[in-house]
């Protein structure tokens, strides 16, 4: 799914005509069948989603870290907004740029922040009457990283302010893991700012040139309405699960035609209140947030941008990657029981399992060879798909659910360049 061509910059502040976008909300944990749902289905569904319990919340103490606030921060987020606010009150843009303690270095981390501040300068340059608050999140897990948080944000503010003085910057120092944490903690103050979207990207990714910038594009002139994400380009580690997996996706086109949390610009009501507890995927809750089976384009709301483009590494050693899949299909199932019917069905059928043949269509856009080993690897994928929900299942029936999704972060953190890697594709 890609964005139509490139628009100018809008030369106003953010407008949103028209009504409202209609959002999808996820159904009650005790609900009653609903009309058109099978018994079957209904069961199957209820089950599993009684089989995941975790916290209701991602909610943490956040300490907001900013010039004109106490060295350690403050825990409270009206002040943090108070002290953003600009004298003109326009609403802007909320960019959050995720990460923790023990990820890497100092020095990497600075070299990271220094291309995202590029990024911001061209948001700025290209967009000058939208105003733009950068929140930088770093988490940590014992007292004496929290004190490494907070030094490390005092560093990472000093950067932004020598390269960028005009630009608006907040650290976020607060206990992981969790990425929904880090996007919350922004997310209230961006709300208080009256910001009209709320963008994020990883810290394992590479934005090409003005990326940013071309998403902030396309999202004001939609009318800060949906959500816009860059279009990823996959580079393979030396690993052989990253050939193994690379080759897969070339064949089996996966669940990428829809923006990813790994570079995404949301209209602040589409997370209003912050991701609940629920939902480890944070573009998988924007998905089925946005997905609108009765459109003639059910993805219309969720664009991908094709002149911003961001570069990633596939895959990682054997082990992680396995437990990394198994944590992106509990996502996925735990979304497909959780939502109303048409948007679990349509996101099943066409979105993750297209083209697993007899059960969806035949994927015929490239060839019969290339649909029947479309077919194949979406079945293998299928299987163990099914295997996490059978578990799931149990649980749920049992009574005794799965407490929390494993974090599953790769231990090789390599960014790259666009020419670092002969081998890449975009997925």
């Not at 293998?380 to 599953?408: D, K, N, Q």
């Given at each position: 799914m890609t964005s139509e061509p490139a628009a100018p910059a809008v030369p106003h502040p953010p407008v949103r005509p028209g009504p409202p976008v209609r959002l999808n909300r996820p159904l009650a944990r005790r609900r009653r069948r609903p009309a058109g749902e099978g018994f079957v289905t209904h069961h199957?569904?209820?089950?599993?989603?009684?089989?995941?319990?975790?916290?209701?919340?991602?909610?943490?103490?956040?300490?907001?870290?900013?010039?004109?606030?106490p060295a350690d921060g403050t825990p409270?987020?009206?002040?943090?907004?108070?002290?953003?606010?600009?004298?003109?009150?326009?609403?802007g843009i909320a960019l959050v740029v995720p990460t923790y303690v023990s990820r890497v270095s100092l020095a990497r981390q600075r070299e990271w922040f220094d291309a995202l501040l590029d990024q911001a300068a061209a948001v700025t340059r290209d967009h000058p009457l939208v105003p733009l608050v950068l929140f930088v999140g770093m988490q940590w897990s014992s007292a004496e990283e929290e004190r490494e948080a907070l030094r490390r944000l005092r560093v990472l503010l000093d950067d932004a302010r020598t390269r960028l003085p005009g630009l608006?910057?907040?650290?976020?120092?607060?206990?992981?893991?969790?990425?929904?944490?880090?996007?919350?903690?922004?997310?209230?103050?961006?709300?208080?700012?009256?910001?009209?979207?709320?963008?994020?990207?990883?810290?394992?990714?590479?934005?090409?040139?003005d990326c940013l910038s071309r998403l902030v594009r396309d999202f004001l002139a939609a009318g800060c309405r949906g959500a816009v994400g860059a279009t990823k380009?996959?580079?393979?580690?030396?690993?052989?699960?990253?050939?193994?997996?690379?080759?897969?996706?070339?064949?089996?086109?996966?669940?990428?035609?829809?923006?990813?949390?790994?570079?995404?610009?949301?209209?602040?009501?589409?997370?209003?209140?912050?991701?609940?507890?629920?939902?480890?995927?944070?573009?998988?809750?924007?998905?089925?947030r946005l997905l609108d089976p009765a459109l003639p384009d059910p993805l219309a709301r969720l664009r991908l941008v094709p002149d911003a483009r961001c570069h990633y590494y596939v895959a990682g050693p054997a082990g992680e990657t396995r437990r990394r899949i198994r944590r992106l299909l509990l996502n996925h199932l735990v979304d497909l029981a959780d939502?109303?019917?048409?948007?679990?069905?349509?996101?099943?059928?066409?979105?993750?399992?297209?083209?697993?043949?007899?059960l969806t269509g035949?994927?015929?856009?490239?060839?019969a060879r290339h649909g029947v080993q479309k077919a194949l690897i979406k079945w293998l994928y299928f299987a163990w798909f099914a295997g996490i929900g059978g578990e799931l299942y149990v649980?749920?029936?049992?009574g005794r659910p799965l407490r929390r999704i494993e974090w599953?972060?790769?231990s090789d953190i390599r960014r790259l360049t666009p020419s670092s890697s002969p081998t890449r594709q975009e997925s």
């Amino acid at each position: 799914m890609t964005s139509e061509p490139a628009a100018p910059a809008v030369p106003h502040p953010p407008v949103r005509p028209g009504p409202p976008v209609r959002l999808n909300r996820p159904l009650a944990r005790r609900r009653r069948r609903p009309a058109g749902e099978g018994f079957v289905t209904h069961h199957l569904r209820s089950t599993m989603a009684r089989g995941f319990r975790p916290p209701e919340s991602w909610e943490v103490p956040v300490r907001h870290v900013l010039p004109g606030l106490p060295a350690d921060g403050t825990p409270r987020a009206e002040e943090a907004a108070q002290a953003l606010r600009t004298p003109a009150g326009r609403p802007g843009i909320a960019l959050v740029v995720p990460t923790y303690v023990s990820r890497v270095s100092l020095a990497r981390q600075r070299e990271w922040f220094d291309a995202l501040l590029d990024q911001a300068a061209a948001v700025t340059r290209d967009h000058p009457l939208v105003p733009l608050v950068l929140f930088v999140g770093m988490q940590w897990s014992s007292a004496e990283e929290e004190r490494e948080a907070l030094r490390r944000l005092r560093v990472l503010l000093d950067d932004a302010r020598t390269r960028l003085p005009g630009l608006r910057v907040c650290g976020l120092a607060l206990p992981g893991p969790g990425k929904p944490r880090t996007l919350n903690g922004a997310i209230a103050v961006a709300e208080l700012l009256g910001c009209a979207g709320v963008g994020w990207t990883d810290d394992d990714v590479t934005l090409e040139e003005d990326c940013l910038s071309r998403l902030v594009r396309d999202f004001l002139a939609a009318g800060c309405r949906g959500a816009v994400g860059a279009t990823k380009v996959a580079h393979t580690h030396e690993y052989a699960t990253s050939r193994l997996l690379s080759r897969a996706k070339a064949i089996a086109a996966p669940a990428t035609n829809y923006p990813h949390g790994c570079c995404i610009l949301v209209a602040t009501d589409v997370v209003a209140g912050g991701l609940p507890g629920r939902y480890v995927s944070d573009d998988g809750y924007v998905c089925f947030r946005l997905l609108d089976p009765a459109l003639p384009d059910p993805l219309a709301r969720l664009r991908l941008v094709p002149d911003a483009r961001c570069h990633y590494y596939v895959a990682g050693p054997a082990g992680e990657t396995r437990r990394r899949i198994r944590r992106l299909l509990l996502n996925h199932l735990v979304d497909l029981a959780d939502w109303p019917l048409p948007v679990v069905r349509h996101y099943f059928r066409h979105v993750l399992f297209g083209g697993m043949w007899p059960l969806t269509g035949f994927d015929s856009s490239r060839g019969a060879r290339h649909g029947v080993q479309k077919a194949l690897i979406k079945w293998l994928y299928f299987a163990w798909f099914a295997g996490i929900g059978g578990e799931l299942y149990v649980r749920g029936l049992s009574g005794r659910p799965l407490r929390r999704i494993e974090w599953a972060p790769y231990s090789d953190i390599r960014r790259l360049t666009p020419s670092s890697s002969p081998t890449r594709q975009e997925s």
